[in-house]
């Protein structure tokens, strides 16, 4: 397959140079196409992985919803940027190429993302960026909005799959892993507290991100967030969801993966910083009890990841990307750490968050 095929097939300008692959992420294929003229745009042309998101002309239509309603929305107070679909030489969002889908997006020069934040004003600007994409969204309407992932974040149907991952032991490695096993039980009632109360219709349900990974968010060269990337999860949530992987990401010292677990440390700088930056953006339209149960929300997070990786694991690494045979593994051990540290931490944690709500809890 040539790439130069498929780019072909998009309603460019300029021509392209160069194509190499482009990020860090677990699920799609994605490449930087560079323009031969500096004053043309570059693109990101990605293959989307169509096992995990099973409709894919529904989940590009959410995008360019999203995209148009922020635009519309953008004003001088909440002002953000967001991705420009490339389309189709024929008008289409995507092309189809044998099975495979491909979309394309212009790509923005001059921004960067980090894997691992280094200071926590990084950590309140991406924050920023985040919640002004939540505060940008409150008013769409949400029945427009296809389901891509349907439960996606639902941590009582995680933990079932975890379950039956042990039960089957498809590759006999179960016995591996009964202490990382054992906690994800112990605490699972605790981190199933924010579901229940979805469920129970005590949080409301708003549009959501649900993928905001630290590295979904674009800043400036004065690191400024300008723009939220990676919309493929758009849909129905809790700002919990958000707000958790925001913290599960810019807080932790250390890469996702890391094997060395004395490396990885909750950061409470960075965990102040990423608070403020967000609830500046949007404490004003959160509700009481959304914000009570913020500080819990980066542990909830660390926690599903932790238990979809080493759920992932012990089916014989079927859904995520891996570089070696227990890179899955390592995920895990990570995101269960940063887990645990966060949860010792509450006390702390939810002082934090009523001194930047100025709420009483």
Avoid at 69 to 80: A, E, F, R, V
Avoid at 157 to 172: F, P, S, T, Y
Avoid at 257 to 271: A, H, I, R, S, Y
Wanted: glycine share 6%; hydrophobic share 35%.
């Amino acid at each position: 397959m040539k790439i130069n095929k498929i780019i072909n097939q998009f309603d460019i300008s300029g021509e392209i140079q160069d194509t190499q692959p482009f990020g860090s992420g677990y699920i799609n294929d994605t490449y930087r196409a560079k323009n031969t003229d500096n004053a043309q745009p570059d693109y990101l042309l990605q293959r989307v992985n169509h096992e995990v998101f099973k409709d894919v002309p529904a989940m590009m239509e959410n995008i360019r919803m999203v995209t148009d309603h922020i635009k519309k929305n953008s004003s001088l107070d909440w002002n953000q940027e967001t991705l420009e679909i490339v389309k189709t030489i024929d008008g289409q969002l995507f092309t189809k190429h044998h099975d495979d889908y491909w979309r394309m997006f212009e790509f923005k020069k001059g921004t960067k993302s980090y894997d691992v934040v280094e200071t926590p004003e990084q950590a309140y600007q991406g924050a920023f960026a985040f919640g002004t994409f939540f505060r940008l969204l409150s008013d769409f309407p949400a029945e427009k909005l296809t389901d891509t992932l349907p439960e996606f974040h639902n941590i009582i149907l995680r933990l079932e799959a975890l379950e039956k991952a042990v039960k089957d032991d498809v590759r006999g490695r179960a016995s591996k892993v009964k202490e990382e096993i054992d906690f994800v039980r112990a605490i699972a009632s605790l981190m199933c507290e924010i579901e229940h109360l979805k469920l129970g219709g005590k949080i409301p349900l708003r549009v959501t991100h649900n993928d905001t990974k630290f590295n979904n968010v674009l800043l400036d060269e004065n690191d400024k967030g300008i723009c939220v990337i990676d919309l493929d999860t758009v849909m129905l949530g809790i700002v919990h969801y958000d707000f958790g992987d925001g913290i599960r990401t810019s807080t932790n010292t250390a890469k996702e993966d890391e094997t060395d677990l004395q490396l990885v440390n909750f950061d409470m700088k960075k965990f102040e910083a990423f608070t403020e930056g967000y609830l500046d953006a949007c404490r004003d339209i959160l509700t009481t009890i959304e914000i009570e149960y913020l500080g819990l929300s980066g542990a909830l997070l660390a926690y599903i990841m932790g238990v979809r990786f080493l759920t992932d694991y012990l089916m014989g690494d079927v859904y995520y990307k891996i570089d070696h045979e227990n890179h899955n593994l390592d995920r895990s051990r990570t995101q269960l750490e940063l887990t645990r540290q966060i949860t010792e931490r509450q006390k702390d944690i939810k002082n934090v968050v009523a001194q930047k709500s100025s709420l009483v809890l």
